[in-house]
């Protein structure tokens, strides 16, 4: 059977060429990346520290490899961006597109306009070099915003613009200390189908903030040491997004409060914002919420006037939730959508 490209060309990847344009690497300035941990020092790019992911899991302490998050930003007036890059795997899943997991998202001006798509790698567990090119249709000098991968790590990146571009630092965020979510795999972006439309990036651009994504995939179970991490961080506001990977709602109890308490003890006055689940993928779901809202509801009789209650369950009403998922719990780029519009109007005031 042929590759569909044979079958209709809007399915191939750009080729490629570096004729007349001059390659950058993007920790250097006038480039700035924003939602990973030191990328200026160089080598892997990380979410966290690897010492302190360590500690926490050994699912964190590889997760933590993982770009989703990241950025990088600029203004230019090329009229291409090309993209190299080496990872140690093509992350492939079979209910999340590639484009989200692997590759890397091209905004202009704050509207989407492609998405780096490389020819396929030969093997998606062998180490691999990808190039990706995009056009910019626009004229003059634009904001260019990339979004890293959400499920792959990234070892070199490479960014080549036309030779004789303009290269200037980015507009800097309206707001530029960071808001930071803490969640499951929904937070890190699964299963959204490019890494702008991952619910945490939407958020980023459409309150034009700075942001950290520290969703890990199955393994966000509120140990004590992420939340002194946590603490220490510079932020704005935490969205606390804790439910789907605690096993049980006994689990759950147990640990939801104690990390919120950990929290509040090192960081009094930070907004919070505490989240339930945006499905009912388990049969415990209302008794989930109960633990959820109880540690808010208890903050609140505490004294404590900077945290926050969403209810999750309500988050895809408008639309309807067999419209928003991919599977039981994952959900879609309409399901992304919905929990930031939810989030959105809280987030907008706190900032």
Request: glycine share 6%.
């Amino acid at each position: 059977m042929s590759n569909i490209e044979s079958i209709d060309k809007n399915f191939a990847a750009l080729a490629v060429s570096y004729d007349g344009m001059r390659t950058y690497d993007p920790r250097k300035a006038p480039f700035s990346i924003h939602g990973l941990y030191r990328p200026e020092e160089g080598g892997r790019f990380l979410r966290m520290p690897q010492e302190v992911a360590d500690t926490v899991s050994t699912g964190v302490a590889e997760l933590c490899r993982h770009t989703a998050g990241g950025r990088i930003r600029f203004r230019t007036d090329s009229r291409r961006v090309a993209l190299k890059w080496r990872a140690p795997y093509v992350q492939d899943f079979s209910h999340m597109p590639r484009t989200g997991a692997a590759y890397f998202d091209l905004y202009v001006n704050g509207e989407h306009v492609n998405t780096f798509i490389p020819q396929r790698p030969q093997s998606n567990n062998a180490e691999a070099l990808l190039e990706a090119m995009a056009h910019i249709p626009l004229e003059g000098t634009c904001d260019i915003l990339i979004h890293f991968p959400l499920y792959n790590d990234i070892t070199d990146l490479a960014v080549a613009l036309d030779e004789n571009a303009e290269v200037l630092p980015a507009t800097p965020y309206a707001h530029e200390t960071p808001v930071v979510f803490y969640g499951s795999s929904i937070t890190q972006g699964g299963c959204a189908c490019r890494g702008g439309t991952a619910y945490p990036a939407i958020l980023a651009r459409n309150l034009d903030t700075d942001i950290l994504n520290l969703g890990f995939s199955g393994n966000c179970r509120a140990e004590l040491p992420m939340a002194d991490y946590v603490a220490a961080l510079p932020m704005s506001v935490f969205v606390f997004d804790y439910d789907h990977n605690a096993p049980t709602a006994e689990f759950l109890q147990k640990t939801h409060a104690p990390f919120f308490k950990r929290l509040r003890e090192q960081r009094p006055d930070l907004p919070v914002i505490i989240v339930s689940a945006a499905d009912l993928c388990f049969s415990e779901w209302k008794e989930r919420r109960e633990v959820i809202r109880r540690t808010y509801e208890n903050a609140v009789a505490a004294g404590d006037r900077n945290v926050y209650f969403l209810d999750g369950h309500t988050f895809y009403d408008a639309v309807g939730a067999e419209n928003c998922r991919v599977d039981v719990a994952h959900p879609n780029d309409l399901g992304m959508w919905c929990m930031a519009r939810a989030m959105e109007p809280l987030l907008k005031k706190l900032l």
